[in-house]
């Protein structure tokens, strides 16, 4: 069995080889997985799609034509911490830490974490227990803590990241949910 990091690595690069088609399509077919899943949910943070990620930017449109809030994480990367920011316009987004999408200075609102109703998590690896592989930052690791009880926390990956068992961590959050190009799935919640 691969360790974190290689199955970090072989993950990440079978997912930069991806092309913007592939990206594209895969990210049409998850929105259409999560929709039920987030329908009547308000406040939404997500990520901007970055190194292949799956695609979020059509998940952003959707909600936001169904009258939600779009959420994007700040990433301080001296404190490792995120910090939800509440969009005011997707076209007023610019690289930030990491070359990822933020809003820029002055077009978002930060917000309280607990007032979020779902989070849409990156990963380079997730299973059916809700566990995650992420970039290696512990930022989520430390954010999720300070979600509400009742936030649903939603893995969002292609489906070939969906594994069978990670060993996770003590500090490792878990997720309620993990969502594919092809399946929305209940985590389940023993060990």
Not at 150 to 158: A, P, S, V
């Amino acid at each position: 069995m691969l360790d974190k990091k290689q199955m970090r690595q072989v993950m990440l690069t079978r997912r930069q080889a991806l092309t913007e088609a592939e990206r594209m399509h895969a990210g049409q077919l998850a929105l259409a997985q999560v929709q039920q899943l987030l329908t009547g949910q308000e406040r939404v943070m997500l990520y901007m799609p970055f190194r292949g990620e799956l695609d979020t930017i059509v998940l952003a449109q959707w909600l936001l034509e169904q009258g939600g809030e779009v959420v994007l994480p700040l990433t301080d990367k001296q404190t490792r911490m995120l910090t939800p920011a509440l969009v005011k316009n997707l076209a007023t987004l610019q690289p930030a830490a990491y070359g990822i999408l933020e809003p820029s200075p002055g077009n978002y609102e930060p917000i309280a974490p607990d007032s979020l109703q779902a989070v849409i998590v990156p990963g380079a690896a997730f299973d059916r227990f809700g566990y995650r592989i992420g970039y290696g930052g512990g930022y989520y690791d430390r954010f999720l803590p300070r979600l509400a009880a009742d936030c649903l926390t939603i893995g969002y990956c292609y489906d070939w990241q969906l594994v069978e068992r990670l060993v996770p961590d003590p500090w490792d959050q878990r997720l309620s949910h993990v969502v594919t190009d092809h399946r929305c799935w209940v985590v389940l919640r023993h060990n």
